[in-house]
C-alpha cells in the first residue's frame, strides 16, 4: 500500500505529499519500462539509468565557464547572457536569492561539442516518433529536443506545467541533485491552469506554501516528490504537471518523446484552433496525422511482435523505437 511520506518542514502541512516511485536499471528492462510507466503513464525515477557517459566526469560548472565562457547563451525566454557570466550567477545562488535557471539551450543545434559526452543516449529516452522521417518538419527532432539544464543552489524552472506537444519528457541528472514535484493531470483543475485553453502552465506559483486565499483548491491535490541524482533519471508522461528545483548545483539534460500512447493528445494540440490555421487546414493536418498514426502504429507492432522479420527491418527505419 503507498504510504505517505513524511512532511517536509519547509512544505505546508495542509497539502498531501507522497514519494515518486523508484526503479532501479539493474532490474528495469526497456520493454517493462514501456509497459509499465509509458503504456500506464505512470512516473518513476529510474536510479543508475546511465553510468558510461564521459559527462558523468567532466561536467561540473567550471567545465562550462572555461569551454563555453565567451558564448552567449539564451538562459530563459527573456533572458540571455555570456556562459561564463551565468555559471558565476549560478556558484552566487542561494536558496534565498536563487540565481539564474538556464533550460533554453538545445545541445545539437547550440553546443552539439557536448553530443559525444552524452553518446549512446539515456536508453530509456527515446525521442520515438519526433525521429521519424514521416513526421511534418515542424515536429521532426531526431533529438528529441534534446535540452541542457543548469540551475544553482534554490534555483527552479520558472513555472509549474506540463510540456508541450502533450509529449513524454526524460530528465537525465549528470552533475549535482535535482527535486521534481509532479502532479496528475486529473489535478488540473485544482492547480488553477492559465484561463488560455492550450496553455500548460499553472497559475500557482508558490507550490510549497501556495496562497491559499487565492488558490484553495490547490491542498486537494496530491504531490508527487523525487530527488534525482548522478546517473539517475526522471519519467514525467504527458499531461503530467511538474516542476524542478535545485537542491544542489546541478546540471542535466531533457528528452521529449512521443509515443502512440501519447500521440492523440498531440494531435488535438497540434490541430487545435491555436495552432494558427484556418478550419480546412487544420482539418487536412489532423487526416495526415491520423494517418500516420495508423502508419507507424503498424510498423511498431511489426517490430515489437516479428523483430528479425526481414519486412519489420526493412520498415524499422519509419518508425524508430529507440
Known amino acids: 500500500m503507498e504510504t505517505l511520506t513524511e512532511q517536509p518542514p519547509a512544505i505546508n502541512p495542509k497539502l498531501t505529499v507522497r514519494s515518486l516511485e523508484r526503479r532501479s536499471s539493474a532490474s528495469l528492462p526497456f520493454e517493462t519500462f514501456v509497459e509499465e510507466y509509458v503504456n ?9 539509468a546511465v553510468s558510461e557517459w564521459n559527462a558523468l566526469r567532466t561536467w561540473t560548472p567550471e567545465y562550462f565557464k572555461q569551454k563555453f565562457g565567451s558564448q552567449t547563451v539564451q538562459v530563459s525566454y527573456s533572458t540571455r547572457m555570456p556562459m ?9 545562488s542561494t536558496k534565498e536569492q536563487p ?15 557536448l553530443l559525444p559526452d552524452i553518446t549512446p543516449g539515456n536508453p530509456y529516452g527515446y525521442p520515438q516518433r519526433y525521429a521519424s522521417p514521416l513526421m511534418p518538419s515542424k515536429w521532426k527532432r531526431p533529438d528529441g529536443f534534446l535540452k541542457l539544464l543548469i540551475g544553482g543552489v534554490g534555483g527552479e524552472f520558472p513555472l509549474m506545467h506540463f510540456d508541450s506537444d502533450n509529449s513524454n519528457a526524460m530528465i537525465t541528472e549528470i552533475y549535482g541533485d535535482k527535486e521534481f514535484v509532479l502532479f496528475a493531470p486529473e489535478d488540473a483543475p485544482y492547480l488553477y491552469p492559465h484561463p488560455e485553453p492550450t496553455s500548460p502552465v499553472s497559475s500557482v506559483k508558490n507550490i510549497d506554501f501556495p496562497d491559499l486565499d487565492r488558490f484553495p483548491l490547490v491542498v486537494k491535490a496530491t504531490q508527487y516528490r523525487g530527488i534525482i541524482g548522478p546517473g539517475d533519471a526522471a519519467f514525467i508522461p504527458s499531461r503530467w ?10 546540471i542535466s539534460i531533457c528528452t521529449n518523446m512521443l509515443h502512440r500512447t501519447n500521440w492523440p493528445g498531440f494531435v488535438d494540440l497540434a490541430c487545435g484552433e491555436a495552432s494558427g490555421r484556418g478550419s480546412v487546414g487544420r482539418a487536412a493536418k489532423r487526416v495526415y496525422l491520423s494517418a500516420l498514426d495508423a502508419v507507424l502504429s503498424s510498423v511498431e507492432m511489426l517490430q515489437e511482435h516479428y523483430p528479425g522479420n526481414p519486412v519489420s527491418q526493412a520498415l524499422a527505419p519509419l518508425a524508430p523505437q529507440r
Open 40 to 48: 500506464k503513464g505512470r512516473p518513476v525515477i529510474i536510479t543508475n
Open 84 to 92: 561564463g557570466e551565468f555559471i558565476d550567477a549560478v556558484n552566487a
Open 99 to 113: 540565481g539564474p535557471y538556464l533550460h533554453r539551450v538545445i545541445i545539437p543545434q547550440d553546443m552539439p561539442e
Open 241 to 250: 504537471w511538474h516542476a524542478a528545483r535545485v537542491v544542489t548545483t546541478s
